[in-house]
């Protein structure tokens, strides 16, 4: 049976402009530069550089429906005097920075020069190798990856050449061939492992006393070496504790990864614009947002002399009714985003001044420590704005500060109480546990353990777990792998 009822729903949906508008706020600069270059392509109703001072448009946005539906528009209905105007537009500055993430249209430059495996290829040249020879040698430097590493199984290779070169071949004839490859530079390439990558390296160095028991050590006591097991290779190989320090001295001038530098000069070139610079004059911060080519827009002036036609005009045709729905929409769409423009200007200015008046003392003074704990949420009541509009503006933005270029999420983190009580950011106490690691006796590292007693002997009780996630957080190795001798 069907039944037909009456029911009343409450809902809240963004608008197409609010939509644009929270696309904008997340926009870095460089990305932002490429958006209003694309705005002023597609409507031709917007413009750059300074208008005339007569005939300008009012830059309030006061039409509430979609610009879009161009259906629903009745050209009877359109009062062409709101958009002819004389106030004067108010002058605004835009930003300019690097991509975010999530930017479909990338055109970053790539540098030139020759690829990788082409500069492989390029030494092969001068080897004398038969046709079979050849397509191995030119198939394992195919297989070498940017880091400079074959990492597949001879008899994988084998098989592969089998099917796809039609080159029968076995496993020792590809092995004789893979040791023509350990000779192209940079040395080390085409190794399999880390242990082969240093031991080539080492074999095509001068044979010096040091030399030749890193030699042995690589190739005879690799994993007590990785492990630093120093006391059981001064037994091993029955030497003194100054000749191991000077074989261990040989071995960290090595390149564990050889093809990485070569490899990384045909990477995107990528940079980094600050959306923002914080200055210290006399003593007080102050705040400037980056206004980088920014472009003066306003609306086209020929938009303006078609309404005047179309207002002047006694018998007006259904084409010229059609004209002027079609210049109205362009007109909304120009001083929509004129005014949305500003508005992201507004938005990143109040959200970056309440997080430089937060964290005060750390952009006075440049220690971490003084970092006090801060969240999205901390900002967002700050400056009455929803924590999704403070995390665009922190996720990809970037600021220049007086010590160095940062990127604005780096200011938020977590907190915890110390023993007395008082909220700490989790920062500092990174901060103190990587100074704490810095200044220990290398020969003797501080085991996590030892690491939660100090910090808790400063006024932070945390856990040895925590330390442990703390520690890897910043990217230091446990105890045992900082050992030196």
């Given at each position: 049976m069907l039944k037909q009822y009456l029911q009343f729903k409450l809902s809240q949906k963004l608008s197409p402009q609010q939509i644009q508008l929270m696309k904008l706020i997340q926009l870095p600069t460089q990305a932002f530069e490429q958006r209003l270059k694309q705005e002023l392509e597609e409507n031709p109703a917007l413009e750059g550089g300074k208008a005339d001072n007569d005939g300008e448009y009012d830059s309030e946005f006061d039409n509430a429906e979609d610009f879009?539906?161009?259906?629903?528009?009745?050209?009877?209905?359109?009062?062409?005097?709101?958009?002819?105007?004389?106030?004067?537009?108010?002058?605004?500055?835009?930003?300019?920075?690097?991509?975010?993430?999530?930017?479909?249209?990338?055109?970053?430059?790539?540098?030139?020069?020759?690829?990788?495996?082409?500069?492989?290829?390029?030494q092969l040249n001068t080897y004398r190798l038969d046709d079979e020879e050849r397509e191995i040698a030119e198939f394992l430097v195919g297989s070498v990856d940017e880091s400079g590493y074959i990492r597949r199984e001879l008899s994988d290779i084998m098989d592969d050449l089998a099917f796809t070169q039609n080159v029968y071949t076995t496993e020792e004839k590809?092995?004789?061939?893979?040791?023509?490859?350990?000779?192209?530079?940079?040395?080390?390439?085409?190794?399999r492992s880390l242990q082969e990558c240093l031991s080539i390296?080492?074999?095509?160095?001068?044979?010096?006393?040091?030399?030749?028991?890193?030699?042995?050590?690589?190739?005879?006591?690799?994993d007590q070496f990785t492990k630093k097991h120093y006391k059981k290779l001064i037994q091993k190989f029955d030497?003194?504790?100054?000749?191991?320090?000077?074989?261990?001295?040989?071995?960290?001038?090595?390149?564990?990864?050889?093809?990485g530098s070569y490899a990384g000069n045909n990477r995107i070139v990528e940079h980094v614009v600050p959306d923002f610079a914080i200055k210290i004059v006399d003593g007080e911060l102050e705040l400037t947002l980056n206004g980088r080519n920014a472009p003066e827009l306003h609306v086209s002036r020929e938009y303006n002399n078609m309404l005047k036609?179309?207002?002047?005009?006694?018998?007006?045709?259904?084409?010229?009714?059609?004209?002027?729905?079609?210049?109205?929409?362009?007109?909304?769409?120009?001083?929509?985003?004129?005014?949305?423009?500003?508005?992201?200007?507004?938005?990143?200015?109040?959200?970056?001044?309440?997080?430089?008046?937060?964290?005060?003392?750390?952009?006075?003074?440049?220690?971490?420590?003084?970092?006090?704990?801060?969240?999205?949420?901390?900002?967002?009541d700050e400056i009455s704005m929803d924590v999704s509009t403070v995390s665009r503006v922190a996720?990809?933005?970037?600021?220049?500060?007086?010590?160095?270029?940062?990127?604005?999420?780096?200011?938020?983190?977590?907190?915890?109480?110390?023993?007395?009580?008082?909220?700490?950011?989790?920062?500092?106490?990174?901060?103190?546990?990587?100074?704490?690691?810095?200044?220990?006796?290398?020969?003797?590292?501080?085991?996590?353990?030892?690491?939660?007693?100090?910090?808790?002997?400063?006024?932070?009780?945390?856990?040895?777990?925590?330390?442990?996630?703390?520690?890897?957080?910043?990217?230091?190795?446990?105890?045992?792998?900082?050992?030196?001798?």
């Open positions: 879009n539906d161009s259906e629903s528009i009745n050209a009877d209905d359109i009062n062409v005097d709101e958009y002819l105007s004389d106030d004067e537009i108010p002058d605004y500055r835009t930003q300019a920075n690097n991509y975010s993430n999530d930017d479909e249209d990338r055109t970053m430059p790539y540098a030139a020069g020759t690829s990788f495996t082409q500069h492989l290829i390029n590809i092995e004789d061939v893979l040791k023509i490859v350990h000779q192209l530079d940079p040395a080390g390439v085409g190794a390296q080492l074999h095509r160095r001068e044979k010096t006393q040091p030399c030749e028991l890193a030699i042995n050590i690589i190739d005879n006591a690799f030497i003194s504790e100054a000749q191991l320090k000077e074989a261990i001295s040989e071995i960290e001038h090595l390149n564990p990864k050889p093809g036609g179309y207002k002047d005009t006694k018998d007006k045709s259904k084409s010229q009714k059609d004209a002027v729905i079609f210049i109205k929409q362009k007109l909304d769409a120009a001083k929509w985003f004129i005014e949305a423009i500003k508005q992201r200007q507004q938005t990143l200015f109040v959200t970056m001044s309440a997080i430089m008046h937060y964290q005060k003392d750390y952009f006075l003074t440049g220690d971490e420590r003084n970092l006090k704990p801060m969240i999205l949420k901390d900002v967002a996720n990809s933005k970037y600021v220049d500060t007086p010590y160095g270029t940062k990127l604005i999420k780096e200011f938020f983190s977590e907190s915890m109480k110390n023993d007395q009580g008082e909220d700490v950011s989790t920062r500092e106490i990174k901060k103190i546990l990587e100074t704490v690691i810095e200044e220990e006796n290398k020969k003797k590292p501080l085991t996590d353990e030892t690491l939660a007693t100090i910090l808790k002997e400063k006024g932070y009780p945390i856990a040895r777990r925590t330390v442990a996630k703390y520690r890897e957080q910043l990217d230091i190795p446990v105890a045992r792998l900082r050992k030196k001798i």
